[in-house]
């Protein structure tokens, strides 16, 4: 069961990260590193129709898990201006600083889309990002991400390894490469306690989903 839902239809695009126990367990604002202080934001985007089918977690993936959650449906016209409407408001709300986390599920399904996180970037100098991709680098979407990253956002190349990548441990295969997640280790309480992957150009591991 998925429920993918228009734009219209939910209360907000941007949730609290309060709203993920990974992300925020309880709390929207980052207490450690360069944006403490800040709170958090979520998108969360429909799995596999927003996704390369390279993807090396297609059957894996994270979304299996999470079958009551709300995805926003991409291709509704709405969508982008609702969007942009909500980063405005928050960039008005939060002058000092303020974290949108991409994606929870989902990932950079167009060049125009990377594009308005670009825009977004250089019209509010509130706004942070932060993710992760399985597009390949190479592909027209990935040179579009790293110019997003050139930007000034923090998103990494999933299990591409080397620098700025996020690499998932495999079934019956050796450790992935990377720094092991804090937060799957039990060595911090969420990202808002963490600040790791938007902090070091190192690779981060993490568990398989």
């Known amino acids: 069961m998925q429920t993918v839902k228009a734009p219209t239809k939910v209360s907000r695009?941007?949730?609290?990260?309060?709203?993920n126990k990974k992300?925020?367990?309880?709390?929207?604002?980052?207490?450690k590193g360069k944006w403490k202080g800040m709170k958090m934001f979520q998108l969360t985007l429909?799995?596999?129709?927003?996704?390369p089918k390279t993807c090396e977690q297609?059957?894996?993936?994270?979304?299996?898990?999470?079958?009551?959650?709300?995805?926003?449906?991409?291709?509704?016209?709405?969508?982008?201006?609702?969007?942009?409407q909500e980063v405005r408001e928050l960039a008005s709300k939060h002058s000092n600083g303020f974290v949108v986390r991409l994606h929870v599920l989902g990932d950079f399904y167009s060049v125009p889309y990377v594009r308005f996180w670009?825009?977004?970037?250089?019209?509010?100098?509130?706004?942070?990002?932060?993710?992760?991709?399985?597009?390949?680098s190479s592909s027209a979407i990935g040179l579009a991400i790293s110019e997003l990253n050139d930007a000034g956002a923090w998103i990494r190349?999933?299990?591409?390894?080397?620098?700025?990548?996020?690499?998932?441990d495999q079934p019956g295969a050796e450790p992935a490469e990377?720094?092991?997640?804090?937060?799957?280790?039990?060595k911090t309480q969420s990202c808002l306690t963490c600040g790791l992957c938007w902090s070091t150009p190192l690779p981060i591991r993490f568990s398989v989903h």
Request: charged residues 20%; glycine residues 8%.
């Open 58 to 84: 297609w059957r894996n993936c994270y979304g299996n898990n999470m079958p009551f959650a709300n995805r926003i449906n991409h291709k509704s016209n709405a969508f982008l201006g609702e969007l942009e």
């Open 118 to 136: 670009k825009k977004s970037l250089e019209t509010h100098s509130a706004l942070r990002i932060f993710g992760y991709t399985h597009r390949a």
């Open 23 to 31: 992300l925020g367990d309880g709390s929207d604002t980052i207490t």
């Open 178 to 186: 990377g720094i092991h997640c804090p937060e799957q280790t039990d």
């Open 157 to 168: 190349w999933s299990d591409a390894g080397g620098p700025m990548s996020a690499n998932t």
């Open 13 to 19: 695009l941007l949730q609290p990260a309060s709203n």
């Open 46 to 51: 429909e799995e596999r129709k927003t996704c």
